[in-house]
């Protein structure tokens, strides 16, 4: 099969900012390829990036117990698996939402002319049936889970239908996704838990400030059109002081998870010493983003904004591993 970007038509099927040679185009008829670019299919990291606080959460939230033989203190893979299709079908819903919203800007921005809608490729009628189409997939995963949890992720929709109108009126719009794509850290103490608590919270508000930290290194790829076009950013914002600003964002990060790590303890659960070994661990990785960071480098900066993704298997990791250790080690009740 032909590249996106080899077709008949040049690169007509191409989007600019976009992979050509991911797996979707390979796998999907060529037909498909419109509304796989606009669910960002072949951009994974963004799923990703949103399934990550709720992976941490369903791996924090059976330890605020000791092992016992109810629960291992190991996240529940059931979970751990409804997250993972969850993710992909309601950032795939977000983005579509976010594009038809944002068709006239888009079509002003070199990255994103070339994107479905503004290209003409998709017309705003198919756009809003597949937008409908993966809420529902998003929606069936939702009722899998327990009532509070439900009703928890029902409220989270308000937030993000007022996302992609923040980009017009505040230099904060990377705030609105870091209260929607943090929402997972609530969501993953919920349903195991039926309810919530300072952990969870704690964790919830870390994600917030990692997001706005990664998401102002991806925004500065736009930094001048944005500025054209008069989208606002906190890129735009923060301008030469991006790394002072990443230091307390990322800072804050560390900080909260800390915070939320201790929250879980009790005498005989919480999380073991390897969870806090990976937050050192994210810690030198935050550093090293920081450092590496050009924010006139726009390959840099993509580069550095998908590194996150490493940063969530290191969080994760930790705190599989803690459960691991504590099974093995059990704390003196």
């Known amino acids: 099969m032909q590249r996106p970007d080899a077709s008949p038509n040049g690169s007509a099927d191409r989007v600019s900012d976009a992979p050509s040679d991911n797996f979707v185009y390979?796998?999907?008829?060529?037909?498909?390829?419109?509304?796989?670019?606009?669910?960002?299919?072949?951009?994974?990291?963004?799923?990703?990036?949103?399934?990550?606080?709720?992976l941490w959460s369903a791996a924090l939230a059976p330890q605020w117990a000791a092992p016992s033989a109810v629960h291992t203190g190991l996240p529940d893979l059931r979970h751990l698996a409804l997250f993972l299709i969850g993710a992909i079908a309601m950032r795939g819903a977000g983005c579509t939402y976010n594009d038809l919203v944002d068709r006239d800007i888009d079509m002003?921005?070199?990255?994103?002319?070339?994107?479905?809608?503004?290209?003409?490729?998709?017309?705003?009628?198919?756009?809003?049936?597949?937008l409908v189409a993966q809420a529902l997939i998003g929606l069936l995963v939702l009722i899998q889970f327990n009532t509070f949890a439900i009703g928890l992720g029902i409220a989270s929709l308000l937030i993000v239908a007022?996302?992609?109108?923040?980009?017009?009126?505040?230099?904060?719009?990377?705030?609105?996704?870091?209260?929607?794509?943090?929402?997972?850290?609530?969501m993953g103490w919920a349903a195991f838990?039926?309810?919530?608590?300072?952990a969870p919270i704690l964790l919830y508000v870390g994600s917030v400030f990692w997001t706005i930290?990664?998401?102002?290194?991806?925004?500065?790829?736009?930094?001048?059109?944005?500025?054209?076009?008069?989208?606002?950013?906190?890129?735009r914002l923060?301008?030469?002081?991006?790394?002072?600003?990443?230091?307390?964002?990322?800072?804050?990060?560390?900080?909260?998870?800390?915070?939320?790590?201790?929250?879980?303890?009790?005498?005989?659960?919480?999380p073991a010493w390897p969870a806090y070994a990976a937050l050192a661990m994210g810690a030198v990785h935050m550093a090293?983003?920081?450092?590496?960071?050009?924010?006139?480098?726009?390959?840099?900066?993509?580069?550095?904004?998908?590194?996150n993704g490493l940063f969530g298997w290191i969080i994760f990791l930790g705190l599989v591993f803690s459960s691991l250790w504590v099974l093995s080690f059990p704390k003196p009740v």
């Open 26 to 54: 390979r796998v999907l008829p060529r037909a498909l390829w419109p509304y796989a670019q606009l669910a960002r299919w072949d951009r994974p990291i963004g799923w990703q990036l949103l399934l990550w606080p709720c």
């Open 108 to 130: 002003k921005v070199a990255r994103t002319r070339s994107r479905p809608l503004p290209s003409g490729r998709v017309t705003s009628r198919q756009a809003k049936l597949f």
């Open 162 to 186: 007022t996302y992609p109108f923040l980009k017009r009126v505040t230099d904060w719009p990377q705030l609105g996704l870091g209260l929607c794509f943090s929402w997972g850290a609530l």
């Open 193 to 198: 838990w039926g309810t919530l608590g300072l």
């Open 213 to 235: 930290g990664y998401d102002t290194i991806y925004a500065h790829q736009d930094r001048e059109d944005d500025a054209l076009v008069g989208v606002r950013s906190t890129a």
């Open 238 to 270: 923060f301008g030469h002081h991006t790394k002072r600003a990443l230091t307390l964002l990322y800072g804050g990060t560390i900080l909260c998870f800390t915070l939320a790590f201790i929250a879980t303890g009790t005498d005989a659960s919480g």
């Open 288 to 307: 090293w983003q920081i450092q590496r960071l050009d924010i006139d480098d726009v390959d840099q900066c993509l580069r550095l904004f998908k590194s």
